[in-house]
């Protein structure tokens, strides 16, 4: 049972490539969530999924697009990197009583 | 809509030494509560978490919170520090009922001193 898995750890890249972060998770659970952490700023929500074949846009999506492509995976994407977009960004699943289970996290360098 | 403010950026400590960690929130609906903590370099853990009941919330670690509604605050607490406590806390609101969408709070560094 790993919980809530992420790839890649680290990641760097050049304003204008793209790339996916990728999430899984082996718990069963229905909602799953993107966030990113900036220094000072707390976790924000990027999109998240409430379950199978449905997504949101959470606080800040601008710039993000997710794919929820079956019950154990979440991707996130970036289309057109920007230095903005430097980050960690964790996923997370929902369990029982309201409980977020959050990954380890994906550091990203955009120069 | 929620919000959560975390009244302290970084809060140094000795060891052995008390601590709070403050939060307040704001929010015109039933909330649950929560905080986290996460450790350097890695992802968050749930510290502890109030959705009803009993307002004193006991968690791992030997943390514990208090939810009060007429100050709308949940600062946690512990009354023995250890090194190992050395971390980021967050405090977080979700709408009660709602699809789970946690605001978190800016974060508060505890740093453990010997």
């Known amino acids: 049972n790993a919980g809530v898995t992420q790839t890649p750890k680290f990641q760097v890249l050049k304003t204008g490539q793209s790339m996916t972060l990728q999430c899984a998770q082996d718990m069963n659970h229905n909602s799953m969530y993107w966030y990113r952490q900036d220094p000072g700023m707390g976790l924000r929500l990027i999109y998240y999924s409430a379950s199978e074949g449905t997504t949101d846009k959470g606080e800040v999506p601008n710039g993000y697009n997710v794919s929820r492509l079956n019950k154990r995976e979440f991707s996130l994407r970036l289309e057109s990197a920007a230095p903005s977009q430097t980050s960690v960004y964790f996923c997370?699943?929902?369990?029982?009583?309201?409980?977020?289970?959050f990954g380890p996290g994906t550091r990203l360098l955009v120069l | 809509a929620q919000s959560v403010t975390q009244l302290d950026s970084q809060v140094p400590v000795f060891e052995e030494a008390p601590v709070e960690l403050r939060c307040n929130y704001s929010?015109?609906?039933?909330?649950?509560l929560f905080w986290y903590v996460q450790y350097p370099n890695q992802g968050l853990q749930l510290l502890l978490k109030?959705?009803?009941?009993?307002?004193l919330v006991k968690g791992i670690n030997g943390f514990e919170a208090e939810f009060n509604k007429s100050q709308t605050s949940f600062h946690l607490r512990k009354p023995s520090v250890h090194i190992s406590d050395t971390a980021e806390y967050f405090c977080a609101v979700s709408v009660a009922g709602g699809y789970n969408k946690l605001i978190f709070g800016a974060g508060t560094r505890l740093a453990v001193h010997p």
């Open positions: 109030y959705l009803s009941g009993s307002t």
């Open positions: 997370a699943s929902v369990g029982q009583q309201e409980t977020q289970y």
């Open positions: 929010s015109s609906v039933s909330v649950y």
